[in-house]
């Protein structure tokens, strides 16, 4: 145990290092903004806008010229005084507001009163700077607002004098200047990235500004290169990752076509890796698997994507360098987690769910993972990130992550990171007669307990049924110290599944919304039907149920399980079951 405390000191103290040395950076960067913003910078010539593939929804102009701005699942009313003045009530109904995407409502309207409404809005943001909190100059959300201001200035720029015309590019010219000053301090992952694409934008748009093409698609390119896996996946393991930055990139690409000049190679071998991945991560009615931080599916997002993938082929089996593997066979799909712990630098949203999978039925999602709340909600993404929000084994009631503890810690790091999880994560899949198997392990248990969770699945090729073992091994050269060796397998289900638990507790009958019906079975083993949540529907958290088997690794190591699709519907399912049968569990 004082080896674990000392290993996990060692390993926040040197994320608190790495924080504080961007925070001494920051702080210079805030004092040389106090004389940057004094400076009246000249006035540039744009020479092109980027293309804005975010959805724009026409009917919120009308909300924002009443003076409603909806951001982050909070509204906020202003009541004839301007927005930017007014307390927000989160941190990320701010950044949403300070990143100005919502820009895109207005042009979307495409009317003389949301053109003014707009330009309005902006001559506010840019008398009331000196108002604005240090969040408005985060090089994430700097970042987000030059791409905004760039790809929206059609929008402002049209039809206006040449007084606003001069102060909107110079404001432009000098947040852009800031920003290549304060690339440094921008979080690694995807806030990094975002801050090298603004001004890799800026630098084709503006006339001052290409002089830096050179040097900034370099710096991108190395970026891509590290952050961007040989197999498509982003280094975090979140899959909504890459709808993130391939929303920017794509348009970059484009961006780099209309000025006649050619793409970084890096950047166009990312995008080629990053498209398949989509398909990857989809199930039957379109929705991404609930891994590492993903929450609802922007599905109008995704179907934007998805129109620049020419490959239009089926998703790839294995992303070995991602860490995730895929079973399909006729309409159904086995997503499993596979990999490692990301680094903890870009750890803010992952989660301690190694080895957990879901399951689909052609549209239907069966088994799920409870996924991450859309915005907001701290207590539900604590618990959200945690093993036993997963579909998977989790042994004494503890994650296979250790997450940084403490709040100052966490305040200083900006979320709870993981400092500690599954290292050495082996797979293996072997194709067979009767269908492909799966075998994977994790020893993210090891070093508190001593042991191995090693997940079994195969799914049959014709896709009606997947047979299933987790089993808990000693790990070589670990003492015994499993402590009471209690332990939970839990299967969680979609909000839309209907289930009921069979008469001899050893079985569940699933019923899917095209009434098809699955059944659940144990060898030996009793089973539960508990309580659960759904937290990534777009409408907040959704109560459902999770299937439950406690057992105590000492007297039973491992458990067999399985999956079947029933034939003959409902009727003949309950017809069969009927003397075995419980009452519904109501949701």
Known sequence: ?????????????????????????????????????????????????????????????????????????????????????????????????????????????????????????????????????????????????????????????????????????RNLAREIRYLRHTMLTAADGVPRLQVLIALCYASLCLANHARHIRSITRRLSEELQRQILPDGGHISRNPSALIELLLDLLPLRQT???????????????????????????????????????????????????????AHGSPMASMPHSGFQRLDAASTAVIMDTGASPPPNVSQDAHAGCLSFELSSGTNRIVINCGMPTSGRDNWRTFARETAAHSVLTFSDTSSCEFVALSAMKRLLHGALIVSGPANVEAYRENLPDGVLLTASHDGYARRFGIIHRRAVMLSSDGSKIDGEDAIE?????SARMGNGDFALRFHLHPAIKASRLSDARGVMLVLPNRDVWTFETREDKVDLEDSVFLAGSDGPRRTAQIVIRQNARQVPSIRWSFSRSTGGVAATTARRNARREPELPL
């Open 1 to 169: 145990m004082a080896r674990r405390s000392v290993a996990y000191h060692r390993r926040v103290s040197g994320l608190v290092a790495s924080r504080f040395a961007r925070n001494v950076v920051a702080r210079a960067s805030w004092n040389s903004f106090v004389l940057w913003r004094v400076w009246p910078g000249r006035t540039d010539q744009l020479l092109i806008s980027p293309q804005e593939l975010r959805t724009a929804d026409a009917t919120r102009a009308a909300e924002i010229y009443a003076g409603r701005f909806v951001f982050a699942g909070k509204i906020v009313t202003c009541h004839g005084r301007s927005v930017f003045l007014l307390d927000p009530p989160s941190e990320d109904w701010e950044v949403a507001l300070l990143g100005f995407g919502w820009l895109r409502h207005l042009r979307a309207a495409d009317s003389a009163i949301t053109r003014a409404n707009a330009r309005s809005l902006v001559e506010e943001w840019l008398s009331s700077q000196q108002h604005a909190s240090k969040t408005a100059w985060r090089a994430d959300v700097l970042a987000r607002r030059v791409i905004s201001f760039l790809s929206q200035a059609p929008l402002l720029l049209s039809d206006t004098d040449g007084r606003f015309y001069r102060r909107y590019l």
């Open 256 to 310: 780099f076509a209309a000025r006649n000049i050619a793409p970084p190679p890096m950047l166009l071998n990312a995008i080629d890796r990053m498209m398949p991945m989509l398909r990857f991560f989809r199930h039957g009615d379109g929705n991404f698997a609930l891994f590492n931080g993903m929450s609802n599916t922007p599905s109008d997002l995704l179907a934007t994507l998805l129109a620049y993938d020419d």
């Open 474 to 478: 000693a790990a070589p050269g670990a």
